[in-house]
């Protein structure tokens, strides 16, 4: 008679720990969803000028596949918006949308940040580890703001999940499959930055494989009325107050070139309704660089 005896103590105490880590999992997803769709019900999208409508075309054709996508436009454009737009008319919809912003993590956590790392990993890790974002994203989909800014080593291994599916976190030994559908945006001209040397280009290759341009502000002059109507509109309901504009203040903005495209516009929306005094918002309680630029194009146009 042969006995073989195995403490299997370790083993259940393993197999718990992927039980809890699965719980976690689980529970930030649907954290990450229930965000989501509140953010979705808080911004609209306004398209009236053609080019813009044509963006949003191509961005709903998009969402029905599971191609990845590059994004490109101004900071301020609402680059953010048509990757929500992508997401919540995919398929994966119902999975969460993870957004990572490349370059506002330090370079030495955008690793850890985007693949996750093993318990003891490096100094300050974690005692028991931590899930990257594409783990998070596992069945919807990641959204990598500023991808220009991706340091080098994370490009190769970003490379290497577009090309297989496949990760291992940081510290460890383990691979991983995970479904996530990869979303990239950037201000900046990649191809410029793949002739420098400074962003590889297959992995330029790998991100492109659908590009969507989004038009500035100033090149959407059809959608600049709706926009500042509506967004008058959001802010004074939030504030509980009735404010509109005049026909003044509209002229004045209608000739603003807006730099900071849809995000400026949305500031200039909030200042003015919670600064100004009276209900109907005039041209002098606009920001000052709006009254000076449209001045300086009067100034430029009159005859004396």
Same mark, same amino acid.
């Given at each position: 008679?042969?006995?073989?005896?195995?403490?299997?103590?370790?083993?259940?105490?393993?197999?718990?720990?992927?039980?809890?880590?699965?719980?976690?999992?689980?529970?930030?997803?649907?954290?990450?969803?229930?965000?989501?769709?509140?953010?979705?019900?808080?911004?609209?999208?306004?398209?009236?000028?053609?080019?813009?409508?044509?963006?949003?075309?191509? *961005?709903?054709?998009?969402?029905? !596949?599971?191609?990845?996508? +590059?994004?490109?436009? @101004?900071? &301020?454009?609402?680059?953010? %918006?048509?990757?929500?737009?992508?997401?919540?008319?995919?398929?994966?919809?119902?999975?969460?949308?993870?957004?990572?912003?490349?370059?506002?993590?330090?370079?030495?956590?955008?690793?850890?940040?985007?693949?996750?790392?093993?318990?003891?990993?490096?100094?300050?890790?974690?005692?028991?580890?931590?899930?990257?974002?594409?783990?998070?994203?596992?069945?919807?989909?990641?959204?990598?703001?500023?991808? *220009?800014?991706?340091?080098?080593? !994370?490009?190769?291994?970003? +490379?290497?999940?577009? @090309?297989? &599916?496949?990760?291992?976190? %940081?510290?460890?030994?383990?691979?991983?499959?995970?479904?996530?559908?990869?979303?990239?945006?950037?201000?900046?001209?990649?191809?410029?930055?793949?002739?420098?040397?400074?962003?590889?280009?297959?992995?330029?290759?790998?991100?492109?494989?659908?590009?969507?341009?989004?038009?500035?502000?100033?090149?959407?002059?059809?959608?600049?009325?709706?926009?500042?109507?509506?967004?008058?509109?959001?802010?004074?309901?939030?504030?509980?107050?009735?404010?509109?504009?005049?026909?003044?203040?509209?002229?004045?903005?209608?000739?603003?070139?807006?730099?900071?495209?849809?995000?400026?516009?949305?500031?200039?929306?909030?200042?003015?309704?919670?600064?100004?005094?009276?209900?109907?918002?005039?041209?002098?309680?606009?920001?000052?660089?709006?009254?000076?630029?449209?001045?300086?194009?009067?100034?430029?146009?009159?005859?004396?």
């Amino acid at each position: 008679v042969v006995v073989s005896e195995k403490d299997v103590t370790k083993f259940d105490n393993l197999q718990r720990r992927l039980e809890e880590e699965q719980e976690i999992k689980n529970q930030l997803r649907d954290q990450l969803a229930e965000m989501q769709q509140d953010a979705l019900q808080t911004h609209k999208i306004i398209a009236r000028s053609a080019n813009m409508v044509n963006t949003l075309q191509r *961005a709903l054709k998009v969402s029905k !596949a599971d191609s990845s996508v +590059l994004i490109t436009g @101004e900071s &301020g454009v609402g680059k953010g %918006l048509i990757a929500n737009l992508i997401h919540s008319n995919s398929s994966r919809a119902q999975k969460p949308l993870i957004r990572i912003n490349c370059g506002a993590i330090p370079e030495p956590l955008i690793e850890s940040e985007l693949f996750g790392y093993e318990k003891g990993a490096f100094t300050g890790a974690q005692t028991g580890g931590k899930l990257g974002h594409l783990e998070l994203a596992d069945g919807g989909t990641l959204f990598l703001d500023e991808i *220009a800014e991706l340091p080098p080593p !994370a490009q190769v291994k970003l +490379l290497r999940f577009l @090309e297989n &599916g496949r990760l291992t976190r %940081l510290g460890g030994t383990q691979v991983r499959r995970v479904d996530a559908r990869i979303i990239a945006a950037t201000h900046r001209n990649l191809k410029e930055m793949v002739a420098a040397g400074v962003f590889r280009h297959d992995l330029y290759y790998r991100l492109t494989v659908i590009p969507i341009a989004i038009p500035p502000v100033r090149e959407r002059r059809e959608c600049l009325l709706p926009l500042l109507r509506h967004f008058v509109d959001h802010f004074a309901r939030k504030a509980g107050s009735a404010k509109r504009l005049s026909n003044a203040a509209i002229d004045a903005l209608m000739s603003y070139t807006f730099p900071g495209n849809v995000r400026e516009l949305m500031n200039i929306c909030e200042r003015v309704v919670v600064m100004s005094e009276m209900e109907v918002i005039d041209r002098r309680d606009l920001p000052r660089d709006v009254i000076a630029q449209t001045k300086a194009a009067e100034d430029m146009w009159s005859p004396w």
